[in-house]
Nanobody
Framework: QVQLMESGGGLVQPGGSLRLSCAAS????????IAWFRQAPGKEREGVSY??????TTYYRDSVKGRFTISRDKNTVYLHMNSLTPEDTAVYYC????????????????WGQGTQVTVSS
């Protein structure tokens, strides 16, 4: 079992920045990929980024490349978000899976409760 807790969401103006945190606890974290997903109202959940614990491989969806950075410090994974736009507004979730390099939400076993990010003037 893995427990995940997100924090750091909030209201930010367009062009602003936020840093989301995902605190993980439980088994097999040294081999777990941690990913960030987001879901906007009326839309499907989409993968934003992941970081592999095995080799540090990272992934970003095209719409956030150059603006978002994922990093990991022990059992906390961060998502640094810059140049935010209203299209980034969503509930952001972190999730974990053992040993994968894949952004499909169907492959992730454990999920946090989510944190709301709202980008608005």
């Amino acid at each position: 079992q893995v427990q995940l807790m997100e924090s750091g969401g909030g209201l930010v103006q367009p062009g602003g920045s936020l840093r989301l945190s995902c605190a993980a606890s439980g088994a097999n974290l040294d081999y777990s990929t941690i990913a960030w997903f987001r879901q906007a109202p009326g839309k499907e959940r989409e993968g934003v980024s992941y970081i592999s614990a095995i080799d540090g491989t990272t992934y970003y969806r095209d719409s956030v490349k150059g603006r978002f950075t994922i990093s990991r410090d022990k059992n906390t994974v961060y998502l640094h978000m810059n140049s935010l736009t209203p299209e980034d507004t969503a509930v952001y979730y972190c999730a974990s899976a053992f040993g994968i390099r894949n952004i499909s939400p169907y492959n992730y076993d454990f999920w946090g409760q989510g944190t709301q990010v709202t980008v608005s003037s």
